[in-house]
């Protein structure tokens, strides 16, 4: 029992010490990071994909639906993305960030429930997330509620994290 008991509290320590690891990142990231992170987040958070040229912090960002459709994408921006070509082809270091996956993003509204302190809203939100078309009903349940600005603010918070991450892993790939 005593094994369980300490396998149980190492898996704690290691949550916590995971969830500390990301707010003392976030602190200590320079304000001109933390903006650039925020600026990644609210584009992938609108379904873009982001490039980010590591070595300059310029960022290229291209609608996630049109990055292998040129032609919808000339039609939209009104110029010629073969002639004028997309910038992070030609950067020596490139790092490409896409929208969560679906499951990531369900698992972020699920995580996001479990905070909210409104008993009545919170059993909404777990009916809505287990019925088809779960995304729909939760933004139909958040946006009639007082919790709106708290979920996008949540979700900001989760997405930047997710950018620091996805950061972290190009660098430590590049290096490993």
């Known amino acids: 029992m005593a094994e369980k008991d300490n396998s149980v509290q190492n ?18 990231a320079s ?37 292998y459709d040129f032609e919808e994408l000339e039609a939209v921006v009104g110029e010629s993305i073969v002639s004028d070509g997309l910038k992070h082809v030609a950067w020596q270091s490139c790092i490409t960030m896409e929208p969560m996956e679906s499951e990531e993003s369900f ?25 088809k078309r779960p995304f729909a009903h939760f933004k139909s349940i958040i ?14 918070k989760q997405t930047a994290l997710y950018v620091w991450d996805m950061i972290h892993d190009a660098i430590a790939d590049e290096y490993s």
């Open 107 to 131: 698992h972020m509204m699920a995580n996001f429930v479990k905070e909210v302190e409104n008993i009545s809203l919170q059993a909404d939100l777990v009916e809505a997330l287990s019925r």
């Open 31 to 67: 304000v001109k990071l933390q903006e650039l992170v925020g600026s990644i987040a609210e584009s992938l958070t609108a379904d873009f994909i982001c490039f980010l040229n590591p070595e300059t912090l310029e960022i290229e960002e291209v609608p996630k639906d049109f990055l």
């Open 143 to 156: 946006d009639g509620s007082g919790y709106r600005q708290q979920w996008f603010d949540f979700r900001q």
């Open 11 to 28: 898996r704690i320590s290691s949550i916590y010490i995971e969830e500390m690891r990301h707010e003392i990142v976030l602190e200590q």
